[in-house]
């Protein structure tokens, strides 16, 4: 989640209790990512919570941006497999 907290914008949705977070992939900053999670699984990461334990519903692509801002495509080239 450090790179969802440093880099990229995050903006709170009071209408439906969530956290609106869109930036720039690290690895491709021609592309932009938007992921949006509850206010209270972003105040859990916040606290120090895991983020597959505060958001396990959300995909492993979205999770992966959260940290480190990686692409799919990215991810793939430099590591292969699965994340």
Do not use: H
């Not at 990461?45 to 958001?55: C, F, K, R, S």
Request: some cysteine; charged content about 30%.
């Amino acid at each position: 989640m450090r790179y969802a907290r440093n880099v990229c914008n995050c903006a709170p949705d009071p209408t439906n209790r969530s956290m609106v977070i869109t930036g720039r992939y690290y690895d491709d900053p021609t592309r932009s990512r938007t992921v949006v999670i509850p206010m209270d699984a972003w105040r859990a990461m916040e606290g120090g919570a895991l983020i597959q334990d505060a958001i396990p519903d959300i995909s492993s692509d979205d999770r992966e941006f959260l940290i480190s801002g990686m692409s799919p495509e990215g991810w793939e080239k430099l590591f292969g497999g699965d994340k």
